[in-house]
């Protein structure tokens, strides 16, 4: 009879494509010896918590669980059905571990105190962003940073454990629930992204240690609003004209980001008239996406500061979001501090 050995996948064995997300999260964790495995819990619980927001979401236009709920939330917009069910159930999978003590949500005016005084993290969350394309079957994503809280176990927990800047995140990432979910993450030694195969119900690594282009030819901004622009965001915008970039702007941050991280690009969302200090929210959309773009070796500002150094003074704090690689950031900045900040009248 004859023997022969198995020949193991040479491709970087341990990290190799197609490794699932569970085996990965405890491949990374024994790399850290002292670890407790409550952040691989944690990242275990989300990406529970999103399969079943992808099978909802799957089935929006099937169950009629798309439109409007006939709320508004804490910002003013109108909350969809699946907002709500995405929040829910991101809510249950963070509450039930035990490794969280508090929750900052989109869809909830208060910080969520889960009265768990011995859970080492704060999470912030967007469970469901880009929501006004749910109805018309667009690409729509979540959002989630993570954060050890600074004051000791078993006290309550205080403003310092919510409030604290991009830079002191533990992890961070986003699920696209787009022509194939993707879950996307960082813990701040690179960025891996796993790929959702629907018939095994589980995540596959399929794009490891993600790499932003320096340089790319996409920009991303809402150009219906350039009479709200300050001067200096046009001459940017007729910069990129002038180098023939593509203009593409879904509309869905999570899938403007995720398009030109892999294939180079900006995304803006500049301070307008409406918005004074920008629309998006500094601790459940701009810090994540600051933090895993910066570990992919792209860039994210407000046009003054690294997003990762702004402090947070409020909870549903916006800010002006520019982000993308490195290069067309930095003429960006380059253009923009030319012009002093004037809005048109
Ligand atoms: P939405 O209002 O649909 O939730 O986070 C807010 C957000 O979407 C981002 O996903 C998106 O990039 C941006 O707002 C779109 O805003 P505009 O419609 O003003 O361009």
Not at 60 to 79: D, K, S, Y
Not at 270 to 297: C, D, V
């Amino acid at each position: 009879m004859k023997i022969s050995p198995y020949q193991p996948d040479q491709s970087g064995m341990a990290y190799s494509v197609g490794t699932t997300l569970d085996r990965f999260i405890n491949l990374k964790q024994n790399d850290f010896p002292f670890a407790s495995g409550e952040l691989s819990q944690l990242l275990r619980d989300i990406a529970l918590a999103a399969k079943i927001v992808n099978r909802e979401t799957n089935r929006a236009g099937l169950a009629n669980i798309g439109g409007a709920f006939g709320q508004t939330n804490v910002q003013g917009e109108e909350q969809q059905k699946l907002d709500v069910i995405a929040n829910i159930r991101f809510m249950r999978a963070l509450s039930k571990g035990g490794e969280v003590c508090a929750i900052v949500s989109e869809e909830e005016d208060a910080v969520i105190d889960l009265q768990n005084n011995s859970g080492k993290y704060v999470v912030a969350i967007d469970p469901l962003d880009g929501s006004s394309n749910i109805d018309v079957n667009i690409s729509i994503g979540t959002i989630f940073s993570i954060y050890r809280r600074k004051t000791p176990l078993g006290q309550p927990i205080q403003s310092e454990d919510i409030m604290q800047p991009g830079k002191d995140q533990v992890a961070a990432g986003y699920v696209l629930y787009g022509s194939s979910t993707m879950l996307v993450y960082t813990t701040g030694f690179g960025v891996n992204g796993f790929t959702y195969e629907n018939s095994l119900g589980e995540f596959f690594l399929s794009h490891p240690n993600i790499q932003a282009p320096k340089k790319g030819g996409i920009y991303s901004i809402n150009e219906g609003l350039q009479n709200e622009w300050e001067q200096s965001v046009k001459n940017y915008v007729d910069h990129c004209k002038d180098q023939r970039y593509a203009a593409r702007y879904i509309g869905s941050l999570v899938a403007d980001f995720h398009r030109n991280l892999l294939k180079g690009g900006i995304y803006i969302y500049p301070a307008t008239t409406k918005n004074p200090s920008g629309k998006l929210r500094l601790l459940y959309e701009a810090n994540a996406l600051a933090f895993i773009a910066e570990q992919a070796g792209a860039v994210a500002t407000n046009g003054q500061k690294s997003i990762l150094d702004l402090s947070p003074n409020i909870l549903h704090q916006r800010t002006p979001l520019i982000i993308g690689s490195e290069r067309m950031v930095e003429d960006y900045l380059k253009i923009t501090k030319q012009e002093e900040p004037s809005y048109p009248s």
